[in-house]
């Protein structure tokens, strides 16, 4: 089961959407993928996106040009001014090593559901381990004593379906799931890159909202991996019509080469890049 909720609810199952990248910088097309995909989740009738977080990798990614961590959320936070419903969410740039995206959203899932103010009921309280038969392991009352437990579990640790979810009491919390371009799903099959239990967990446990991008199929993606045929409905797939092929390495290269970007990446993020010479852009000023 994808999120926990209770049976006698028949109205819409909330969502968080959780877009993990580099941001170098954010652009427009970072910002479009939460609109694309929150309509089209909305107009399923079956889910309500209640909002959006975009968590920049920490330096310890150590991709070649990513300028730092400082910078990237600067510009991002400068960029989100545009949102009344998009959040940055620093937890994971924070980290000095890099962080693989199921425990960014594992954390996420935890945050969420201490915002919602979940807390165990007593049985499960007095029950310490985590390797229970309960599928619907219960979380914490005291939320930073559940974060620092679980901190010290790894998704591996888990067993398939013993993943920590907390039980109800009042309004269900968001499901946390995963946004992604489609270019993020086929490196699921990078050798070496995902572990396999993180893309099961990923996939099994929180779901994906994948949008289309150029050169990518989706779809045949899907038929060809047997994980991600067997959690299928657990993946979203939203084709972007208005077809835009802007990537953040095709900005870093305008401004290497003092090419305009406006109306690709937000005013805001520009000011910021030119204020702070950032990608090589030249120094007009002088
Ligand atoms: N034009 C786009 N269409 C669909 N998804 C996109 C697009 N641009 C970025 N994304 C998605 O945004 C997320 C963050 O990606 P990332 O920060 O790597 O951006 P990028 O533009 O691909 O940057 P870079 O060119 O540096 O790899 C990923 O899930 C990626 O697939
Ligand atoms: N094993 C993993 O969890 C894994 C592998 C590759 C990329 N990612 C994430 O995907 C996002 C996009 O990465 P790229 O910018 O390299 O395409 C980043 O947030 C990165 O942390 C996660
Ligand atoms: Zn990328």
């Known amino acids: 089961m994808l999120c926990w909720r209770p049976r006698n609810m028949t109205s819409s199952t909330k969502v968080v959407l959780l877009a993990c990248?580099?941001?170098?910088?954010?652009?427009?097309?970072?910002?479009?993928?939460f609109e694309i995909a929150r309509d089209a989740l909305n107009k399923t009738g079956r889910y309500q996106v209640t909002g959006g977080i975009m968590s920049p990798v920490s330096d310890g990614y150590k991709k070649k040009d990513l300028v730092s961590?400082?910078?990237?959320?600067?510009?991002?936070?400068?960029?989100?001014?545009?949102?009344?419903?998009?959040?940055m969410d620093t937890w994971e740039s924070d980290q000095s090593s890099w962080s693989p995206t199921a425990k960014v959203l594992r954390h996420h899932r935890q945050q969420t559901e201490a915002q919602f103010g979940h807390k165990?009921?007593?049985?499960?309280?007095?029950?310490?381990?985590?390797?229970?038969?309960?599928?619907?392991?219960?979380g914490s009352e005291e939320a930073n004593d559940l974060a620092n437990t679980l901190e010290a579990v790894t998704v591996s640790d888990l067993p398939q379906?013993?993943?920590?979810?907390?039980?109800?009491?009042?309004?269900?919390?968001?499901?946390?799931?995963?946004?992604?371009?489609?270019?993020?799903?086929?490196?699921?099959?990078?050798?070496?890159l995902w572990q396999e239990e993180d893309i099961d967990y990923i996939v099994g446990q929180h779901g994906l909202v994948v949008i289309t991008r150029s050169g990518s199929d989706p779809h045949k993606f899907i038929y060809e991996s047997?994980?991600?045929?067997?959690?299928?409905?657990?993946?979203?797939?939203?084709?972007?019509?208005?077809?835009?092929?802007?990537?953040?390495t095709k900005v870093r290269r305008a401004l290497r080469r003092g090419d305009s970007v406006k109306y690709v990446v937000q005013d805001t993020v520009i000011d910021y890049i030119r204020q702070h010479q950032l990608f090589g852009v030249p120094d007009n000023t002088t």
């Open 21 to 33: 990248g580099s941001f170098n910088p954010v652009t427009n097309m970072h910002l479009r993928m």
């Open 69 to 87: 961590a400082k910078h990237r959320c600067a510009m991002l936070k400068a960029a989100l001014k545009s949102s009344d419903w998009i959040k």
């Open 120 to 138: 165990p009921s007593p049985s499960k309280r007095r029950k310490k381990h985590l390797n229970t038969e309960n599928t619907d392991y219960h």
């Open 161 to 192: 379906n013993q993943v920590p979810l907390v039980e109800v009491e009042g309004d269900p919390a968001p499901c946390v799931k995963l946004l992604c371009g489609a270019d993020l799903l086929e490196s699921f099959a990078v050798p070496g």
């Open 226 to 248: 047997d994980v991600l045929t067997k959690y299928q409905e657990n993946i979203y797939i939203v084709t972007e019509w208005i077809y835009n092929d802007i990537s953040s």
